[in-house]
Structures are given as structure tokens and as C-alpha cells.
């Protein structure tokens, strides 16, 4: 599928789409900030607020999401087209390219406490102890909470990406941070709360059907269709219909915004099942949802 025209993809705001929720800490994690010249703290500390709290910033989520997708998509696609995909939904280091479409968010420890460990470096070369040093981290069992990830003028099926790549990370498949070998960085995701903001979009004066036209990775065409109790979600692009998703959330909120409207889905088992859904139409129709020229 065709890119629409760099100037145009950020003219403005068609479709925001908001994650907020929870990263447990199965194992201990640790996401450092280099090594450390106070005698105060260990040798490698991890990453706090000004608080004193660690927390998961947005620059770690964005390589662990961006570098995981890859991985994904090497069964489907070639590497040239699994390149422009990710920076048209990333961004790119090409002076073409446009700013990333995802703004991830700080993602704050639970609790302030974090714990040292002492670790070896072994020469190979001497099979002898090279240097002891102290690691900081955070136990397993803390959660880091906050907004995941905001997304603008994104088609949401491929909000499925980031729904594969969480998957991987509840299957302990995959890690975040740093220490990975030595057993630090598995953690489960769990997205509470979607919001879909439609800018300039008002579900009275449209009978509950609206049309939004994304221009990330590609132009596509989403009809939201709002009953009582559902949510559902068609996709087009270039007059071939991609499918339709159906959400059957705890609760819909309706909020009208001085710019548009905000859907939010607030029941996390319906979460997984939509980006579960996504996923499988990406699986189905992967060769003209991936292949970006």
C-alpha cells in the first residue's frame, strides 16, 4: 500500500488512541541509567524519577516494542518492507522521514524499594574473576503504572502489533531492560483502559456511525458503529474491505470533548480480545496490510 504524502499525514488529528495500564514485574527488573560515581548508590543504579521512584521510561518501551515487532514481522515480510513499516508507525532516522506516530509514556513504580545484588564479570580468556560489581533493582512483584502509549492518525488494526508484542511478553518469550541472561526483565502487560478520541466528530449529529480516515502506515478508512453494549470497527483501504472488529466492553464511556469524542473501553479481557481480533485480520490480509512502498 501507497504512503500518504509526508506533509499531509500530521496536517492534522483524524484518530488518537490512548493505552493506559499496568506492567507487573514477574522476575526482578532492572532498566539502569549507566554507571554511577556516588558512593551512595551501587555501581549500576536503575532509573528513577524525581521522586526517588523507578520507573520505565518511554525511550525503553519504544526499543522493546519497536525491536520486538521486527522480529514479528520477519516471518511476513522481506527486511526492506519491514523497515518502512516500523518507521512509519516509529519514525525513522531518514531526514524523509516523518516523527514517530507512537508517543510512549513514563511507565512509575508501585513502590520506592529497590534492592542490590552483587554480580561477577569472568574473563573467558583467564576462566577467572575479572571485576565484582552491584546492580540495583526492582523485586519482582512491583507494578509500574501509568499511560502506555499514545498513537495519532494510526489505523487501529495495527494496534495488533502492539497486541503481539505484548503476548510475547506475557509468554515470558520476550524481556525488558537490561541483565536479560541473568534472569532480570520478564514482565505481563495489562492494557485497562483503550481510549479512541475522534477529533471534530460528534455521535449525535452522526447517528452513532462514524468515518475516520488514517494516514499511518497508509491511508485506510475506519467506520466506528456505536450500539448500546458494543463497539464495532470496519476497515477499508482502497475500496477492499479488511474486516470488522467487535468489542463487547463492561463499559462504554461516551465523553464529549470540546473537539470531538472520546469511546473508552474500560474492561481488559474485552482489550485482549480486540487486539487478539487485530492481530488476525494483520494474519490474514498481511500482504497488503505489511508491504509499505
Same mark, same amino acid.
Given at each position: 500500500m501507497k504512503r500518504e504524502t509526508r506533509d499531509n499525514i500530521f496536517k492534522t488529528y483524524t484518530l488518537l488512541m490512548e493505552a493506559s495500564g499496568t506492567m507487573h514485574a514477574v522476575s526482578d527488573i532492572r532498566v539502569g541509567k549507566g554507571k554511577e560515581q556516588s558512593i551512595l548508590e551501587a555501581d549500576l543504579p536503575v532509573v528513577k524519577n524525581?521522586?526517588?521512584v523507578p520507573v520505565i521510561p518511554g525511550s525503553t518501551l519504544k526499543g522493546f516494542f519497536r525491536g520486538t515487532a521486527a522480529r514479528i514481522l520477519t516471518s511476513k515480510q522481506d527486511e &526492506?518492507?519491514?523497515?518502512?513499516l516500523l518507521d512509519e508507525i516509529f519514525g525513522g532516522a531518514d531526514e524523509s522521514s516523518h516523527a514517530s506516530s507512537v508517543?510512549?509514556?513514563?511507565m512509575v513504580g508501585s513502590s520506592r524499594l529497590v534492592m542490590i545484588r552483587k554480580h561477577i564479570k569472568i574473563d573467558p580468556r583467564k576462566q577467572a574473576v575479572e571485576n565484582l560489581f552491584e546492580v540495583e533493582y526492582a523485586p519482582a512483584g512491583v507494578d509500574f503504572i501509568g499511560l502506555l502509549f499514545t498513537i495519532r492518525n494510526t489505523s487501529p488494526l495495527y494496534l495488533g502489533l502492539f497486541g503481539a508484542v505484548i503476548k510475547l511478553a506475557n509468554d515470558s518469550l520476550v524481556k525488558?531492560?537490561?541483565f536479560k541472561?541473568?534472569?532480570y526483565g520478564s514482565m505481563r502487560f495489562r492494557i485497562e483502559k483503550l481510549d479512541f478520541i475522534l477529533p471534530g466528530k460528534s455521535l449525535t449529529q452522526q447517528g452513532g456511525k462514524i468515518d475516520v480516515q488514517t494516514t499511518v502506515p497508509c491511508t485506510q478508512s475506519v467506520q466506528f458503529v456505536l450500539g448500546e453494549k458494543t463497539i464495532s470497527l470496519g476497515f477499508f483501504s482502497n475500496d477492499e474491505d479488511l474486516g470488522n472488529v467487535e468489542v463487547v466492553p463492561g463499559k462504554i464511556a461516551k465523553e464529549p470533548l470540546y473537539f470531538g469524542t472520546r469511546i473508552s473501553?474500560?474492561?481488559p479481557p474485552s482489550i485482549? &480480545?480486540?487486539l487478539g481480533d487485530c492481530i488476525a485480520i494483520i494474519e490474514k490480509k498481511h500482504r497488503s496490510l505489511l508491504a509499505i512502498s
Amino acid at each position: 500500500m501507497k504512503r500518504e504524502t509526508r506533509d499531509n499525514i500530521f496536517k492534522t488529528y483524524t484518530l488518537l488512541m490512548e493505552a493506559s495500564g499496568t506492567m507487573h514485574a514477574v522476575s526482578d527488573i532492572r532498566v539502569g541509567k549507566g554507571k554511577e560515581q556516588s558512593i551512595l548508590e551501587a555501581d549500576l543504579p536503575v532509573v528513577k524519577n524525581i521522586e526517588g521512584v523507578p520507573v520505565i521510561p518511554g525511550s525503553t518501551l519504544k526499543g522493546f516494542f519497536r525491536g520486538t515487532a521486527a522480529r514479528i514481522l520477519t516471518s511476513k515480510q522481506d527486511e &526492506k518492507s519491514i523497515s518502512a513499516l516500523l518507521d512509519e508507525i516509529f519514525g525513522g532516522a531518514d531526514e524523509s522521514s516523518h516523527a514517530s506516530s507512537v508517543q510512549f509514556g513514563q511507565m512509575v513504580g508501585s513502590s520506592r524499594l529497590v534492592m542490590i545484588r552483587k554480580h561477577i564479570k569472568i574473563d573467558p580468556r583467564k576462566q577467572a574473576v575479572e571485576n565484582l560489581f552491584e546492580v540495583e533493582y526492582a523485586p519482582a512483584g512491583v507494578d509500574f503504572i501509568g499511560l502506555l502509549f499514545t498513537i495519532r492518525n494510526t489505523s487501529p488494526l495495527y494496534l495488533g502489533l502492539f497486541g503481539a508484542v505484548i503476548k510475547l511478553a506475557n509468554d515470558s518469550l520476550v524481556k525488558i531492560g537490561g541483565f536479560k541472561s541473568r534472569g532480570y526483565g520478564s514482565m505481563r502487560f495489562r492494557i485497562e483502559k483503550l481510549d479512541f478520541i475522534l477529533p471534530g466528530k460528534s455521535l449525535t449529529q452522526q447517528g452513532g456511525k462514524i468515518d475516520v480516515q488514517t494516514t499511518v502506515p497508509c491511508t485506510q478508512s475506519v467506520q466506528f458503529v456505536l450500539g448500546e453494549k458494543t463497539i464495532s470497527l470496519g476497515f477499508f483501504s482502497n475500496d477492499e474491505d479488511l474486516g470488522n472488529v467487535e468489542v463487547v466492553p463492561g463499559k462504554i464511556a461516551k465523553e464529549p470533548l470540546y473537539f470531538g469524542t472520546r469511546i473508552s473501553i474500560t474492561d481488559p479481557p474485552s482489550i485482549e &480480545k480486540f487486539l487478539g481480533d487485530c492481530i488476525a485480520i494483520i494474519e490474514k490480509k498481511h500482504r497488503s496490510l505489511l508491504a509499505i512502498s
